[in-house]
């Protein structure tokens, strides 16, 4: 058995990693977004993606999901180059505005993506039960105040079942009770072996995910758990933590800049 | 391809339209109401006996177009919508076709024309007494491949706007051209060699040839289903162009 197992063994080593970057740059037009990042998000936890606003969080996301094409590098979803087909029935997105439609029921919505999916009645339901939607599931998605129609997209999204599920600020506008249900779902997700990957510049929310991407101006700070951030950090407070990093490696970094697109390449190369 | 999928899509557009009753009763009773008006327009012109009236010419006519400009439109702006929304990238995140998509639009709009030339066509024979000698069949028929035209172009037009406001501006560039060209003011044959070949390759002069030849013969003639498939085609490539300007990745 023993003989058998190995390779398996092997086989599953590589796919621990949902998603692997190595070198991976991206440009948004001619402006460089990503400027050489390497990292491994593992399977089957949660994984925070963050930093302040027009660090390339939303760039890094779409590039996982296959929106975004990239300049130069690789990133490896479940194996698969970003972006190839067989990814479509496994990794889901969750944009930061709802990207939902909304002269459409909840449910209508709901069962159209699920429709994309082959999923049928019960998938539905479920997905709508998943983020407390239930009552309103007959509500036209305009009626809805903002913090449910994100609800609304979200559960577009659970009702295909994602392996990786990618969502971009997902907690932005909900109430504490709401936001805490929120991630006691991820939280169960994950433990079924979904992986996710959470962005958020709400540093609170850090704690809650098994590891974090610090991402900034278009490069990776660092990665790590919560608890050596706030080591690393000199904080407990992971928002004290964060900024404190940040200057640390602002004073660190003098000497590297300016940033061009020639040297965040070459940067790339070596790392 | 999958049929499911764009059924599914078919369905959801047809709900979200079902939600706006202001555009229904915009798309089924307009029509008629314009048709009432060239009706009157043209109410006491004096003719000589066995000169057909000018109604049953322009009033004809206008059955077809009527489709061709309100599903351009239509389809323009929903699809513009969709683009500028994010949900048409979230949708090309997901296994579903470009081919689902485009089609499933193509039923939904094209059965709402079918309705739209049906209240149209009813008026036109009924009320104001349409003297053709074809049958009304086929001018439904006409008037629901010149709606897939119109959504086609939508679709493709859509790809070029970045506003609703720039979305209907396509309208005087696209629609009016073909609406001038097509025969209805003057005939191909009458016009200079430039303007025909124009109106040659253009695709609302093969659905008016169309009407005239319905107009004019009790059985569908074989010039009749020349100008059909030269719609089909035209109104297919112009899809395909469409499915080129859904990208899954942006640069």
């Known amino acids: ?271 | 391809m999958d049929f499911l999928m764009m059924l599914a899509t078919t369905r959801r557009v047809l709900s979200q339209l079902r939600h706006d009753h202001r555009s229904i009763a915009l798309i089924l009773v307009v029509p008629a109401l314009l048709l009432t008006a060239v009706y009157f327009l043209y109410e006491n012109e004096s003719l000589p006996p066995g000169v057909p009236r000018t109604f049953d010419r322009v009033g004809l006519m206008m059955l077809a177009i009527f489709p061709f400009v309100v599903m351009f439109l239509v389809t323009s702006i929903t699809m513009l919508r969709e683009r500028t929304s994010g949900t048409l990238e979230r949708l090309l995140t997901t296994p579903v076709h470009k081919a689902d998509l485009l089609f499933g639009y193509g039923v939904a709009f094209s059965l709402m024309a079918a309705l739209q030339s049906l209240v149209a066509t009813a008026v036109a024979y009924w009320i104001f007494g349409l003297d053709i000698v074809g049958a009304p069949a086929y001018v439904v028929l006409i008037a629901v491949i010149n709606a897939v035209l119109g959504v086609a172009l939508g679709l493709f037009c859509s790809a070029f706007a970045r506003t609703e406001f720039q979305a209907v501006q396509f309208m005087p560039v696209v629609v009016v051209p073909q609406i001038l060209l097509c025969g209805l003011f003057v005939a191909r044959d009458r016009m200079n060699d430039l303007l025909e070949a124009i109106s040659n390759v253009l695709p609302l002069t093969y659905s008016v040839d169309a009407l005239q030849e319905v107009a004019a013969h009790a059985e569908a003639t074989s010039r009749l289903w020349q100008d059909v498939a030269a719609m089909g085609g035209i109104s297919l490539g112009i899809l395909v162009l469409a499915a080129l300007t859904l990208r899954r990745r942006t640069a």
């Open chain 1, 1 to 271: 058995m023993s003989h058998l197992a190995a390779p398996l063994g092997t086989a599953r080593g590589q796919d621990a990693a949902a998603v692997a970057a190595s070198a991976l740059r991206v440009n948004l037009g001619r402006r460089p977004v990503l400027l050489g990042i390497d990292f491994k998000i593992p399977a089957g936890g949660i994984t925070g993606l963050l930093g302040p606003s027009g660090s390339g969080k939303t760039t890094l996301m779409r590039t996982i999901v296959g929106a975004q094409r990239i300049a130069g590098g690789t990133v490896e979803v479940l194996g698969l180059p970003a972006g190839t087909a067989a990814l479509r029935r496994q990794v889901g997105y969750v944009t930061q505005s709802p990207s939902v439609y909304p002269d459409l029921t909840v449910e209508a919505n709901v069962r159209y993506f699920g429709a994309m999916h082959r999923k049928g009645k019960t998938d539905v339901a479920e997905a709508i039960a998943a983020v407390g939607l239930e009552p309103l599931a007959r509500r036209k998605t305009a009626d809805l105040s903002g913090g449910q129609v994100n609800r609304v997209s979200l559960a577009c999204a659970l009702v295909a079942h994602p392996r990786l599920l990618v969502l971009d600020e997902p907690t932005v506008g909900l109430d504490p009770v709401l936001r805490a249900d929120l991630w006691e779902r991820f939280r169960a997700m994950a433990r079924a072996g979904t992986t996710l990957l959470v962005s958020s510049h709400v540093m609170e929310e850090a704690s809650r995910c098994d590891t974090l991407l610090l991402l900034r101006e278009g490069r990776l700070l660092a990665q790590l758990t919560p608890a050596e951030l706030s080591r690393r950090g000199h904080s407990s407070n992971l928002e004290q933590a964060f900024l404190a990093m940040i200057q640390a490696a602002d004073h660190a970094g003098t000497a590297v800049e300016p940033e061009t697109a020639e040297s965040a390449r070459r940067d790339g190369r070596l790392h």
